[in-house]
Structures are given as structure tokens and as C-alpha cells.
């Protein structure tokens, strides 16, 4: 069954204690308004920075449908990386989620689709889930190349998997273009990719396969914007940056789906 999702990702921001605050406002948003009764039954994960991960995970600690997750992960079990995370720790911290290829670590920390192979794989190892992002530079869509750009990210990083490993993937198309920049994808330009991606995967794997693979939109996603994108049928819910880190708005999101 393909899941929703509503995740946020609140990059390099909020200390130990705006973050447990957050939390806190969500997890009584969510005691208040169970997902399961949402029409949506979406899920939440908050991908928070590593260092606040086992706090956050605490203050969440038995609420229904809300999950952590980290933004980022080593690509080996452990040893000599200096100021590295390993999935080990990532697992160790009650996280159940980690976010591979975001573009902002593409663009600044030059992650490759190869690199980004090898981080799915060792996450899966530890049986956490990887959320891949994808997602186009506003020049390739200008100039047209955006289905080949997200189709390569996507066969590079994600295709050398098997079918039953693939089922464990949560996908985020994220149009670089549309990130921070408060100039958010179209209803009609989302669902069109959502589509496309959804299409790969059924000739990679199967129907089957796409028809259960939750594909997420992310990109100036807020409480205003949020139900017009996920009612597109392709679209299973968001990444939300700038907008998850208020917990009004974020509740609004959740309630969205
Ligand atoms: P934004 O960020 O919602 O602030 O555009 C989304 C993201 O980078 O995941």
C-alpha cells in the first residue's frame, strides 16, 4: 500500500531546545488529531539535525504515526570520518528514516548519484528508510532536460536495487528551482513528474511496484499551498523546508492530506 507522508526537513536550523519545543507542539497536535482519522492517514516523519535526533525521538516517544529521521548519513559502518554520522548511530538514536541526495548536499557537499548508491545501501542495511530526493536546476527545465536529469538520478541512485529492496523506498521530487525560493511547482508541473517518475518505475520493476511507490513534492510547500498539491494523484504528501519549522504550519500541512 503506498503510503502518505508529511515530513520536514529543518536543515541547519533551531537549537536543543526550539527543537524539542517544535516536537512537543506537534506531538500535541497529533494526540489531538489522530492521523489515522485524517482523511489521508498520512504519516510524519521530521528530519531534524543529527545532534538533536535522540532528544526529538524522546519527545515524540509513543506518538502515534510520527517518526524521525536524520539528513544525512556516512556511507561506511564507522571509523576514521571525522565529524561523520554512521546509520548505526543514525538507528541507535530512534530514527527510522534518513534523507539521501537532498540538492543542497549535491550542489555544496558534491554527492554523486554513485555516492548516493552506496548510502542507500548501507541505510537499507540497517534497515532504516531512505528518502531519495531528486530534482532539476531551473536551467535544465528551461531547457527541457528535466526528464532526463530526473531519470538519470533516479536509474544512477535507485535502479541497482531489487525489486523487494526498492519497495522500501520513499521518493521526494524536490525542482531545485522551487526550494526556499517561495516560487513553488505548479499543482499541474508536480503531478506531471510525479507521474513520470511513477511511470520509470513500473518499467523498471512492475504496476504493481509504482502504484505502491510514495512519491513526495518538495519546494516552497506551506500551509497555503499544501492541499492543492497533494490532491494531485500522483503526489503522496511533502517535504516541507522553511514551512516545518513552525508548528502551526506544519499542522496545517499534516491536516492537509
Ligand atoms: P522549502 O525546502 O520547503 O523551504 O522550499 C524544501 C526542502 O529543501 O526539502
Redo the contacts with the bound molecule.
Keep these: 500500500m503506498r503510503k502518505k507522508i508529511v515530513a520536514g ?1 529543518w536543515k541547519m536550523n533551531l537549537t536543543l531546545d526550539e527543537g524539542v519545543k517544535l516536537a512537543s507542539e506537534v506531538r500535541e497536535f497529533v494526540k489531538n488529531n489522530p492521523l489515522e482519522q485524517l482523511p489521508g492517514k498520512p504519516g510524519v516523519v521530521m528530519f531534524t539535525p543529527a545532534i538533536h535526533l535522540d532528544r526529538v525521538t524522546q519527545t515524540l516517544h509513543n506518538t502515534k504515526g510520527v517518526q524521525t529521521g536524520a539528513q544525512n548519513c556516512h556511507t561506511q559502518e564507522k571509523g576514521a570520518f571525522t565529524g561523520e554520522v554512521s546509520v548505526g548511530m543514525i538507528r541507535s538514536a530512534g530514527a527510522g528514516y534518513v534523507l539521501v541526495g ?1 540538492s543542497e548536499r549535491r550542489a555544496q557537499f558534491d554527492e554523486t548519484n554513485e555516492v548516493l548508491a552506496e548510502k542507500v545501501n548501507i541505510i537499507l542495511k540497517h534497515n532504516l528508510t531512505p528518502m531519495y530526493c531528486c530534482g532539476e536546476v531551473l536551467e535544465e527545465r528551461d531547457e527541457g532536460k528535466l526528464f532526463d536529469v530526473i531519470k538519470e538520478q533516479i536509474e544512477k541512485g535507485l535502479f541497482w536495487l531489487s525489486k523487494e529492496e526498492f519497495t522500501k523506498i520513499v521518493i521526494a521530487y ?1 525542482p531545485v528551482w ?3 525560493t517561495g516560487v513553488t511547482a505548479s499543482p499541474e508541473q508536480a503531478q506531471e513528474m510525479h507521474a513520470y517518475i511513477r511511470q520509470l518505475v513500473e518499467e523498471k520493476y512492475d504496476a504493481e511496484t509504482a502504484e505502491n511507490t510514495t512519491i513526495l513534492y ?4 506551506n500551509a497555503k499551498n499544501a492541499k492543492e498539491l497533494f490532491a494531485n494523484k500522483d503526489v503522496d504528501g511533502g ?5 516545518s519549522l513552525k508548528a502551526e504550519d506544519f499542522c496545517t500541512i499534516i491536516q492537509s492530506y
Excluded at 218 to 221: E, F, K, V
Excluded at 239 to 243: K, P, T, V, W
Aim: glycine share 34%; proline share 0%.
Design positions: 526537513n537532498h524536490e522551487a526550494i526556499g518538495g519546494g516552497s510547500c517535504l516541507i523546508g522553511g514551512a
